[in-house]
């Protein structure tokens, strides 16, 4: 029997494991097999000794499409969202630093993958929009990484206007560390520095850097999941996210 590809390539070279977002045929969105595979390859690299940094990457134009809205229309609609807290909590808790690589397209709950990061590099071809608002959501569990770290006025804009913008004002922002014409030699420079790093100091540095994100999940998780898996069950929403799915307009925006 041929075995199946996997939706996340991980590779381990010069003390940094690389896990690609690699599912082209639904543009990496968060499907739950996705998820399940970042999620081992992040405790698989947070338990190698031998393992410094972790770089979260895509292959293709598209980094992440957000939630796979082909299982978000299931039964359950918590599934999903405490899928998605829960890798988002993996990537902040684990105490190697984790960074995220972009060049190319971020919707909504890839935005979250983001936020969870310790630092993230952007190239040219980045695009970024919290498009949940034109399905009839909310950016609910992407905002417990999110909101402790974007500006308060520019959360408001982008929450509400689902506009598309680039890696300039991503970095402005807050949403992102840096806009690189070249990320790769940007993520270069990045690794370079956290090799001088102890495997102790990185991990204590990364924990006070993250308390705020910590505290945003030990508050608000559960009730960002509540709001989430209501918005998701709601009939706007899946009316929403069925026109999304037919390549129509909803039918507020008709």
Not at 26 to 55: C, I, K, Q, W, Y
Not at 233 to 239: I, K
Request: with cysteine; aromatic share 4%.
């Amino acid at each position: 029997m041929t075995r199946e590809a996997p939706f996340v390539r991980i590779t381990t070279a010069d003390a940094v494991t690389t896990l690609e977002l690699d599912s082209p045929h639904n543009r990496n969105a968060l499907s739950t097999r996705l998820m399940a595979e970042l999620t081992r390859g992040l405790a698989d690299a947070a338990a190698d000794p031998a393992v410094r940094a972790v770089v979260l990457g895509h292959t293709g134009k598209v980094f992440c499409a957000g939630a796979d809205l082909s299982e978000a229309t299931g039964d359950d609609p918590t599934v999903g969202p405490r899928g998605l807290v829960d890798l988002q909590r993996a990537i902040v808790d684990c105490p190697k630093p984790v960074i995220a690589v972009v060049d190319g397209h971020v919707r909504a709950g890839g935005l979250g993958l983001l936020g969870a990061a310790d630092l993230a590099i952007a190239g040219p071809a980045s695009t970024f929009a919290f498009t949940e608002v034109r399905l009839g959501l909310a950016p609910a569990v992407i905002s417990l990484p999110l909101r402790p770290k974007l500006d308060p006025r520019a959360a408001s804009r982008y929450y509400l206007t689902g506009e598309t913008f680039h890696a300039a004002e991503a970095a402005r922002i807050g949403l992102i560390t840096e806009a690189a014409e070249d990320p790769q030699a940007a993520l270069k420079s990045v690794l370079e520095a956290v090799r001088l790093g102890s495997p102790q100091g990185l991990a204590e540095s990364k924990r006070l850097a993250n308390a705020e994100v910590v505290a945003s999940f030990e508050r608000d998780a559960e009730e960002r999941v509540g709001q989430s898996a209501r918005l998701f069950g709601s009939a706007e929403a899946q009316q929403g996210m069925r026109a999304f799915l037919e390549r129509r307009p909803a039918p507020w925006a008709e």
